[in-house]
């Protein structure tokens, strides 16, 4: 399908099933879209930080997208990370992806080079120009090692450069700037958050839906946490949102010593989907470090705790 | 030429030459490997930040490589980078490099991705194990945004998962810990600096070699530093360092209000070659600023003031 | 008046108001202090980064809270900010504000020394064990360059070492963390968020008070902001956010060429205190930039547009 | 004595002996002060950072610079650190350090302030202009979290506001630019770098002298390496340096897991001059942790390898 002209719901960045030699297990991928699409997901982002984009290789991001986007068959929109350094490093995959099939390309600034905003701005504008799919923008600070400032998502929004903005910095106040700035905007704009922990607030807020990693393990919860705060019911949505932040508690679950957030946070939906019976093997990519057995019966108790196992 | 026992000496990161719809000018890339070639150096580094490969597409990446290999044809050491985000992108970038006939890989830490100790040390060890050349360890905070600690590099190292070192941190500290460190490792290991203002410590120190960005535009200058300092000339070093250090004035010709710092260094270093006459056109890749003719004209008075123009 | 069992409401940080020649103006504080109160606010917060404390000499410091405690006569409660680098000199300030009447002590992580988790935490008990006053923490990575985790917080609060929170971390998934986590501890705690912007989302989440700058400009709209929550008005709540964020925007006043974000945000706030008629003259301490006058009209922009003047 | 037009050698950050209770030990004071004077230094620097000035109360900061001031007699120079986070509160140290006999006052750029370089260049006119003693800047861009450029300390010492640089940065090309960059000026300008590590490449370089932690362990050490440069036996030089290199290991003896980096390297520092007789007692300010006795003895081990117990 086409992207909407306005994105809204839930958004969940999907996980890339990984076979134990580290191929993508379509098969365990095609049960993971199902499973979302039956908790009543209103789109898919593949190929973001939750999907391990910067671990998959660009034949394994090809087969990611071609696999969902065959299997979604255009039930729900499909976006997708074109990440990587530079301009001309990420057209490459934006026209693969627009090529593949899906719907928008999900764009951070650059990284790994130093840069400006100036520079931001041009990154941007360069890319929507030639990109052939609308091109939403991804505030990611923790990878990025830079904010993009509302002022300047909110000049993009208003040229058209930008299509919308999934917003994971974790600064609220800038995301209600953008929020509140996108009312005096003469087209749509999708503003997404990233956030698991305070998706309430942000449609309270006005945010036009959510992106959340955990909600690969429990959709549900995300999908009524969203209904309850679009019927503006919102001592219910707390109590979702609540819920899912002890959810989200198994993110801990590795041992710091041992591994990185990633490693934990991404082991964590991986044991828990694994655990669920979605995927066939929980393995995250190389270099992660695995979970131990004990690591994954924490997450194990996390969903038994929240009723989900 | 299979990398020799112990890389020492000058080896430049070779710019990469753009046409101006910013294609890879092999006419001018050949040209300016020439002029390396020419002022003695002992190696060359291509693919490394100062060749703007975060910008460059895979496309454009092997066309580089290719060129340099079969110019030099084995006259000289070529090490190439593969800079990516992990692991298994890293190890893409491996093979493909090996297969165009790199003497050696250059490799940074995970990037993009949060990442852990224990992580990078698995990263390391996974990339050189599947690599068919030696591998180097590329240590860049500025753009990695973790520094590689001494402890560890000498533990690969003494691992024989490492070749050797090229050290653009800043941190002379920890740079001299694996100087002194090597020592006693049972294997060769080259520490080279990315420095361009501290050669002469770095080689006092006992470094094998230097990697300087701005030995694209005074490559004899690099080499006549670098003899001074194994004769025990430190005087004479030490004032060929100072011309050279104000010679590198020039990377601050690009004013910081409109750019940033790589636009202004890598469009500076540009700028010179195409003013000595070596490549055809200064322009950097997208979306880095180009210098004004102002700004350009300050790079020319660095060059005169050095006796380069 | 003794820190209630539980502090709640609008406990603005108190600008400090100076001289022309850099003396606290004590007239004018009495006159922002009457202006809080009449205002409608729950307490008072003096010493705090937006009371300058970073620029006040020790002298100065007990000229402002003995005005203040003073003035107030026990009529409100008087938390007071004891911003040191580390233990020892953080106690001197505390035993003085003790002295001096106050009814709490505001305490933040050490800072300027490289630090860790186990002296931070051991800094809160040694602080508190030796404090005749509650003591709370205070998290403000911006200055402390370290971020009091959810986890400590928590530890903390149950062992009685904290009576309290005030976050300006702008990290609300964290202090999400707080406010649900602390329903089960076997005491008192409140948690108090420092944001201007996401005050009702603060409320939403359960958070027992706010602790606004910008309350020194506006102190009716955040008490009506936090009335509307208290009543679960979530709407009205919103829209007196909302335009308190338009407010908000006069922080933004001071060119970014020539100042840094405290000279512009004080600055703004101390110039709107001017131009409403509360403090006699806008000078912020030194090292600190003034606004120009074109500048302080855009501050007046801001009052006129909400109301205010 | 006052502050020679140039100062040069060995000026060696005083340790700040404690008592078992936390008190300054002048007793143990005065014996190190005796044995950095044996040990044949120029000058001391008192209420620095290893002097742990972040943790010394006013009280204690004029106790020990009274008691070394009354000790030195005038033999040497003295200069003292004026620690605190703004111009005012600087200026109230720096008043107080002139008048009890300093020599010299030793200044950072503001901290816990958001900042800007104008507001930093700002400061130190201003401290400047009041302080009755010459101010040298101290670059600790460690605890300060800003680096202070080569441009505005060579602008600075143009205009006569700074009298030299203590430089800790560890950015040895930025110390370059300083120490070229001052032949230039109309006045002698003091470049000092507080490496411990590349004490012979920044006398190499041309820098004036060298402010060593270490130097407390050490004098003889740091005075040998000083002699040896200033004799252009850089051979010599580069033995003493590299034996001191493997003696300044002692800093990480102290378990990262269980300390931060200052105890554990002012731990080490103060149980190396415990061992060595120098002081009474080797306990830290609070709330540093201490090393245990197996960190202690680690501690020993270095000392010993070195010949130095």
């Not at 039930?75 to 593949?100: N, S, W, Y």
């Not at 698991?196 to 429990?218: I, W």
Request: some cysteine.
């Amino acid at each position: 399908m086409t992207l909407p002209t306005l994105l809204t719901g839930v958004v969940p960045p999907v996980c890339t099933p990984l076979t134990p030699d580290r191929e993508v297990d379509t098969a365990s991928l095609v049960r993971l879209v199902d499973h979302l699409v039956r908790g009543g997901v209103n789109g898919l982002f593949v190929l973001g930080s939750t999907s391990e984009v910067a671990y998959l290789t660009d034949r394994q991001r090809a087969l990611v997208l071609d696999t969902v986007v065959r299997h979604v068959g255009g039930q729900l929109p499909v976006l997708a990370g074109a990440i990587d350094m530079t301009t001309p490093r990420v057209l490459d995959h934006v026209r693969a992806l627009a090529e593949a099939g899906a719907d928008a390309a999900v764009v951070t600034a650059p990284f790994y080079t130093r840069t400006h905003p100036a520079e931001i701005a041009r990154h941007f504008r360069l890319v929507a120009s030639r990109s052939p799919v609308p091109v939403l923008a991804y505030d990611l600070p923790v990878s990025v090692h830079v904010k993009l400032s509302a002022e300047l998502v909110l000049e993009l929004a208003g040229e058209g450069v930008l299509a919308g903005l999934k917003d994971s910095s974790g600064a609220e106040g800038a995301f209600r700037s953008v929020v509140t700035g996108k009312r005096s905007l003469p087209r749509q704009f999708s503003v997404l958050t990233g956030s698991e922990l305070t998706v309430d607030s942000a449609l309270a807020m006005g945010a036009d839906g959510v992106v959340p990693g955990l909600g690969n393990v429990d959709p549900e919860g995300y999908v009524r946490l969203h209904a309850a705060a679009r019927a503006g019911d919102w001592e219910r949505a707390r109590a979702e949102q609540e819920r899912l932040c002890g959810l989200f508690g198994m993110v801990r679950a590795g041992d710091p010593a041992r591994m990185g957030g990633s490693s934990s946070a991404l082991g964590a939906f991986k044991a828990a989907l694994h655990l669920r019976g979605v995927i066939a093997c929980p393995a995250t990519a190389e270099p992660q470090i695995p979970l131990s057995r004990q690591e994954t019966e924490a997450v194990g108790k996390h969903l038994a705790a929240a009723g989900l196992l």
